[in-house]
């Protein structure tokens, strides 16, 4: 397989933006003294948005497993980011919530998080909720493209 075929497949050009972006976001971590990773900043804002949720709904709303969720939230809780309870109506849920600490840290991280997004897509290259760019490229130039710019 060449680097020319690389270049024109879908999944492996997501997989390099993916790992990009990762980069982009631990740099600009590390830039503000934290140690996050994506995952667990997705679990901080979704928290911050809607407390007390149990794991298997914020599961679904960051896109992760359960199982995932629930090492990561042992993570987040031994950095005393969130706080883990029984549901008093469900006595199987784990209800998860931001400490005091864990809301600080996303108001925060939260302005960070978003000027870093300017950073993985620079440019307006994309129009929110679509593939298209203003010149009409394809989903495997645009990618190919945006991957140069990182």
Do not use: C, N, Y
């Not at 005091?100 to 929110?128: E, K, M, Y």
Request: proline share 3%; hydrophobic share 45%; aromatic share 2%.
């Amino acid at each position: 397989m060449t680097d020319q075929t690389l270049r024109t497949m879908p999944g492996h050009l997501i997989r390099r933006l993916h790992q990009l972006s990762t980069q982009v976001f631990a740099a600009a971590m590390a830039q503000a003294g934290e140690d996050l990773t994506p995952v667990q900043f997705a679990m901080i804002d979704a928290l911050a948005a809607e407390p007390d949720r149990d794991q298997a709904s914020l599961a679904r709303a960051i896109g992760k497993d359960r199982a995932t969720v629930g090492a990561v939230a042992e993570r987040l809780e031994k950095k005393g980011l969130i706080a883990r309870r029984g549901s008093e109506t469900d006595r199987r849920a784990i209800l998860l919530s931001l400490t005091d600490s864990g809301q600080a840290l996303h108001g925060r991280l939260a302005p960070v998080v978003a000027a870093l997004q300017a950073a993985i897509l620079p440019g307006g290259w994309l129009r929110t909720g679509d593939i298209v760019t203003a010149d009409g490229d394809g989903f495997v130039t645009v990618v190919d493209r945006l991957k140069e710019l990182i």
